[in-house]
């Protein structure tokens, strides 16, 4: 029995440290020491698992029986592979060997050469300092490296234990460094929405308002809207700097309409940055600026708290605006931004030509599409009438009779909410041209679904149809009256075998504008890529 009496508790105080230090180093070893050994060695073939196991039950069973802790000791390990060492039963002889040494003592090291034992400790002495501060130059930055010297000299002067104890408050302070010193601008991107194009196809008329130059006989009011694409993390110390750079943006911007804060490259906001951007409504307002807010995802911001709306305030002005105020939204993806502010301009510009303009003419188409935000209006002459006004907004010159006899080819129908036009995998036999109502295109891709929403004026199936392939989704009716013209493989024909090639060019040049459009989705835009608008 252990006779407490002879026991020195102020002795024992005085280890905790030791024992905490010790406890800290054996929860660290694992995860660092093993993957520098293997990087040093060659071997990545390691399971990190099966390596925590073993050490947790060799110091399981060691303690149980009054042995000591158990580690792998780096140094050791890396001179033994150098040397040539590998293999089991070479391994289970150094194991013994070891172990031989525990149980006699250390009264064996008398009979060895203290050259050699020396010799020993200086190589690796000064191959762990070369590995450590020589080698090390180029994988770290001057934060990183200046702690790496702070700890070998803590080490090498006041012992382990107190390194480690400055390892992790230089860990803090680095890290902190860093993240201030990377994302002190929070801004990555400023982009004019002129160079951007979101994922909706619309009409001739509407395309040369959003963005065709002045010049050109355009109004280009995409000009006047702005994207500030955010990254890193928004924090207290970097948001009060992001208010300072959106408030200079207000001020110098003399034509500007509307500003877009894209967060999908924010990784975290906390809550005192969090309030920030209710001042940059308040701001935005301020200078008769509309906002909109980019969340990056359909779950919410990147917070722990208000993933939807981030204040309270922010949540009143999106869900219950009062009369007069002026545009604010917030989209779950910068495409849907995008085409948000651009159905917000062109309802806008409709209203100011209907009380400036009356009924004028040249701009009714534009203003029934504006006021539909989709496609162009229907016209008084009838529902064929209306589709051919809907098909020719499809092409950009060509002559109106030609559109007509190409649209004589299509086969209308009538479709159901519900009802399925196509389903992904089957075959192509057909390409549609949405008049009325709108589909649900889903992809099922093996436990997720992918969708989007096909609109009125929107070709579909095309590629597929024309291709000789597969439908890659299933077409689905989601609003009624829903009325569709197909074109099938027999009236292809019939047009192939008319004789008339500007037909069968029309068809391709179609295909290949929806293509160039699909494929210069924004997404392209957002990360680092050699991806540009075609």
């Not at 070893?29 to 093993?34: A, E, F, G």
């Not at 050259?115 to 770290?140: P, V």
């Not at 040249?362 to 162009?376: E, I, M, P, R, Y």
């Not at 098909?391 to 109106?400: T, Y």
Request: glycine content about 8%.
């Amino acid at each position: 029995m252990i006779d407490l009496r002879t026991v020195s508790f102020t002795v024992v105080l005085q280890c905790v440290p030791s024992m905490l230090a010790l406890t800290a180093f054996s929860l660290m070893h694992v995860p660092i020491n093993v993957p520098s050994l293997s990087a040093s060695t060659g071997k990545e073939d390691i399971n990190m698992d099966d390596e925590l196991m073993m050490h947790g039950y060799s110091n399981l069973i060691s303690g149980a029986l009054g042995g000591l802790q158990n580690y792998m000791c780096y140094s050791n390990s890396l001179l033994y592979f150098k040397s040539n060492g590998g293999g089991k039963i070479p391994g289970l002889i150094l194991a013994a060997v070891t172990f031989y040494f525990f149980i006699v003592g250390p009264d064996s090291v008398s009979y060895l050469p203290r050259c050699m034992a020396g010799c020993l400790l200086i190589h690796l002495g000064i191959e762990l300092a070369k590995e450590a501060l020589w080698d090390s130059l180029e994988y770290f930055d001057s934060y990183e490296y200046l702690s790496v010297l702070v700890i070998t000299l803590t080490m090498t002067v006041y012992g382990m234990t107190n390194g480690l104890e400055v390892g992790a408050f230089l860990s803090v302070c680095v890290l902190t460094l860093q993240m201030s010193r990377s994302f002190a601008k929070p801004i990555r991107k400023r982009i004019q929405a002129t160079t951007l194009r979101s994922s909706r196809f619309r009409p001739r008329a509407q395309r040369d308002f959003l963005s065709k130059p002045a010049e050109e006989g355009g109004d280009n009011v995409l000009s006047s809207v702005t994207v500030l694409q955010l990254h890193g993390t928004y924090f207290f110390a970097n948001a009060s700097i992001f208010l300072q750079e959106f408030d200079t943006i207000l001020k110098t911007s003399s034509m500007l309409d509307c500003l877009i804060l894209d967060f999908t490259l924010v990784g975290y906001i906390d809550s005192s940055a969090q309030s920030t951007l209710a001042s940059c409504l308040r701001m935005a307002r301020g200078y008769e600026v509309a906002l909109v807010l980019v969340r990056g995802s359909k779950e919410g911001f990147a917070c722990r708290t208000n993933k939807r709306f981030l204040t309270p305030s922010i949540r009143q002005a999106a869900e219950e605006p009062k009369e007069g105020d002026l545009f604010f939204a917030i989209s779950d993806s910068l495409d849907d931004a995008l085409v948000a502010v651009e159905d917000w301009l062109l309802q806008r510009e409709s209203l100011t030509r209907k009380h400036t303009a009356g009924d004028d003419e040249a701009f009714n188409a534009l203003v029934q599409s504006g006021a539909s935000s989709l496609a162009l209006g229907l016209l008084a002459d009838g529902e064929t009438k209306s589709a051919g006004e809907r098909f020719s907004a499809l092409f950009p010159s060509e002559d109106r009779k030609a559109i007509d006899r190409l649209l004589s080819y299509f086969t209308r129908q009538e479709l159901a909410v519900g009802q399925v036009l196509w389903s992904g995998g089957n075959l192509s036999h057909s390409m549609a041209f949405v008049a009325e109502g709108k589909f649900f295109s889903s992809i099922d891709e093996g436990g997720s679904l992918t969708t989007t929403t096909v609109h009125e004026g929107n070709l579909v199936g095309d590629y597929a149809f024309l291709a000789d392939e597969r439908h890659s989704s299933t077409l689905t009716v989601t609003q009624a009256p829903c009325v569709v013209f197909t074109l099938d493989r027999g009236a292809l024909a019939r047009v192939l075998a008319s004789g008339d090639a500007g037909l069968a060019f029309m068809l391709s040049r179609l295909t290949i504008r929806y293509l160039g459009h699909r494929t210069s989705h924004v997404s392209n835009r957002i990360w680092e890529s050699q991806c540009v608008p075609i």
